[in-house]
């Protein structure tokens, strides 16, 4: 029971342009959600978060936007960087547990 | 301050054979969990540990188990290994809740053989 979905496994995208990372879920108790990044050979590590109670958090380049009535929630990256490339899970948590996505990997070319 | 040490970081074992794996969470946290990755699976939920006692479990058969000592070090156990339990396990840590994010640490790539 797959209850957060990234259903793009790979996104390829040319520097200087937006990426977007798509992520759905199927739990409506979920309260909040965070994305990650992971390059290869290290743990992944903390991009941004989002409770469910808004509908969109930025942190420089980086912007959550969640719509709860589609249990849909996105990442935006601009403008993107070569150095952004990597894999990218989205996750939702609740309750003390915390359910990843199986990631996008994320390329962009220079 | 010193991230979220996992050991060893890599392991190689025969199945049958039972492993531990060792995790040092940031200094003040509280909070330990353990994911496993594997490719086109993302991370999967083992369990996690709040002062010493187990919060919350994943669906994983009773060969996994953990625990967390009273400086917060935990360690998780997996007896008779199986050929499938090869991946990569992950140790996070937070203060009490995930809320704002986990830490990892750098994983420990396990193989079974």
């Known amino acids: 029971d797959q209850q957060v979905k990234q259903n793009s496994p790979s996104l390829s995208v040319q520097e200087g342009r937006i990426s977007i990372l798509n992520c759905d879920y199927t739990?409506?108790?979920?309260?909040?959600f965070l994305w990650y990044k992971k390059y290869p050979a290290e743990g992944p590590t903390f991009l941004i978060s989002i409770s469910s109670i808004k509908d969109k958090n930025e942190d420089g380049r980086f912007t959550v936007f969640l719509n709860k009535s589609a249990k849909h929630l996105s990442l935006h990256i601009v403008p993107s960087q070569p150095g952004d490339s990597a894999v990218y899970f989205c996750a939702a948590g609740g309750y003390q547990k915390v359910t990843f996505g199986t990631g996008t990997k994320l390329q962009v070319i220079p | 301050k010193a991230g979220v040490t996992q050991t060893p970081r890599y392991l190689i074992k025969t199945r049958g054979q039972q492993v531990t794996l060792s995790c040092s969470p940031i200094s003040g946290h509280r909070s330990v969990s353990w994911y496993q990755q594997t490719p086109g699976q993302g991370l999967q939920f083992l369990f996690e540990y709040f002062s010493e006692t187990q919060r919350n479990k994943g669906n994983f058969p009773g060969r996994f188990s953990g625990r967390q000592f009273s400086n917060s070090r935990s360690e998780m156990n997996v007896s008779t290994l199986e050929l499938g339990d090869s991946a990569l396990y992950l140790c996070a840590s937070s203060l009490a809740t995930a809320n704002y994010g986990y830490t990892f640490g750098s994983g420990t790539r396990l193989t079974v053989v």
């Open positions: 739990n409506s108790m979920f309260d909040y």
